[in-house]
Each structure stands twice: as C-alpha cells, then as structure tokens.
C-alpha cells in the first residue's frame, strides 16, 4: 500500500511539474510568435520619438483622421478626444506645458497580446512614461492600453487608443514586447 501511495506521489508531482513546463512553453511560444507579428511599421517607434521629441505633430501623425483618444485615468475625470487634429491640441497642450518645466519624456510601450483581423488589429499592454527634469530624478509613471490599429494610405495607425493607470508592479510583472523609440528593446 505504501508503495502504491508513493508511486501515485511520484506521478502527481511529475504530472504538475509537467503542466507548469507546459504553460511556460506555451508563454514563451506566445512571445515568439508576438515577435514575428511586430511589423516595424507599425506606429510605435514614431510615438516614441514624438514624446522624446516633444513633438506633438509626429504623434498626430500616428492617428487615423477618424480616430479616437481615451483617457481613464485613476483620480482623474475621463477625456477623449475625437479625430486628428483634436488629438494634436491635446498633445500640443501637454507638450507645452512639459517645455515650460524644462521636462524631458520618454515612453515604452510593453505589448503583450495581438490580435489580427482582416483590417485592423487589437493590440493589450502597458507602458512606462519617464518624466525628468534636470533638477530633479526621473519620475515613473505606468499605463494600460488597449489600441485598435487600421491601415490608412497604406500605413498602420491607431484608429482607437485607450489607456488608463497602471502599477509599477504590473508593468514589471507583464509578459510582452517592448517597443522604444529605438525599435524593439
């Protein structure tokens, strides 16, 4: 009987382990796969580089003319913003007001899920936003995100962007992809 109970032991355990090897297999399986699916020309890179930039017209740019901005901010009230150019006020405003403080931005995006349809694609992650100045040490914010691209003219653009708080903890804990203004990191 014992013998029994001890064989039956063995199998569990090596049966867990199995299933735990498995889901890390397939979690990594997954990134691989999101790597390949990352085109470079998606809109990522220029967003970056419009916050390292300041530059709200290159991040107007990333947007379809149609598209929406959402902001759900925790303490904060919901903004959101209809098409291109109201988007480009927004940033510009924001842009203005970080120029005036001597603030230097920096953000990264973290994609951790895709999904592609025949015109758009769904993408999940967070993001981590550098804030500094030069009297003072880098500030780090971090966000949620859950971005619809489209192709307009031939190029991939975000049609609908919706971000919102995020812990320090969940950005560093999420499994993903990380896209910088300097490509992939």
């Not at 017209?57 to 209809?82: K, P, R, V």
């Not at 230097?104 to 993408?123: C, G, P, T």
């Not at 919102?164 to 903890?169: G, I, L, M, Q, Y």
């Not at 969940?170 to 992809?177: D, H, M, R, V, Y």
Request: with cysteine.
């Amino acid at each position: 009987m014992e013998k029994a109970a001890l064989v039956l032991l063995v199998l569990w355990v090596f049966n867990i382990g199995c299933k735990s090897a498995s889901k890390a297999d397939h979690s990594v399986n997954k990134l691989a796969s999101l790597t390949e699916q990352l085109n470079p020309d998606l809109p990522y890179q220029n967003f970056c580089r419009g916050y390292e930039t300041l530059d709200a017209s290159a991040i107007a740019e990333t947007y379809t003319q149609e598209a929406t901005l959402h902001n759900l901010y925790n303490g904060s009230s919901s903004n959101s913003f209809q098409g291109r150019h109201k988007i480009d006020s927004f940033f510009t405003a924001t842009f203005a007001s970080a120029k005036e403080r001597a603030l230097s931005l920096e953000i990264v995006f973290k994609v951790s899920s895709r999904q592609e349809q025949k015109n758009r694609i769904l993408d999940n992650g967070l993001y981590q936003l550098n804030v500094s100045s030069p009297s003072q040490a880098s500030n780090h914010r971090y966000g949620k995100f859950a971005i619809v691209l489209q192709e307009e003219l031939g190029q991939w653009k975000f049609a609908v962007d919706a971000n919102a708080s995020a812990t320090e903890e969940e950005f560093k804990t999420a499994e993903g992809i990380m896209i910088g203004s300097n490509g992939r990191q």
